[in-house]
């Protein structure tokens, strides 16, 4: 039960973020690099924050859609800690750098 409230809990800061990065580069003008950093508040560090996020939700995903499927492999890659509490420590921690990162920017 734990694990699907942690996945939906995911998914919901992955649509969050992808739906905010979203309109940030669609607004920014300028080469790539230009409109990453626009959407990132001009700051290297969210960015960063945003890509650290969406690996862990994709991996995240990978595993629980193998168990869904009951193609085995979620089990291979859940040996030791189960994914969705370490792809929830690393959510979490990119979140708290991301809120505190617009703290100090004043936003």
């Given at each position: 039960?734990?694990?699907?409230?942690?996945?939906?809990?995911?998914?919901?800061?992955?649509?969050?973020?992808?739906?905010?990065?979203?309109r940030g580069y669609a607004a920014a003008q300028?080469?790539?690099?230009q409109r990453i950093l626009a959407a990132s508040k001009s700051s290297a560090t969210i960015a960063w924050a945003q890509l650290v996020i969406l690996a862990t939700a994709l991996i995240n995903?990978?595993?629980?859609?193998?168990?869904?499927?009951s193609a085995g492999a979620?089990?291979?890659i859940k040996t030791m800690i189960p994914a969705e509490y370490v792809a929830a420590f690393v959510v979490f921690t990119m979140a708290v750098s991301i809120l505190a990162r617009l703290r100090s920017l004043g936003s």
């Open positions: 039960m734990a694990a699907i409230g942690i996945n939906i809990l995911l998914l919901a800061v992955f649509c969050w973020l992808g739906v905010n990065f979203w300028g080469t790539r690099w995903s990978a595993a629980f859609l193998s168990d869904f499927l979620g089990e291979q």
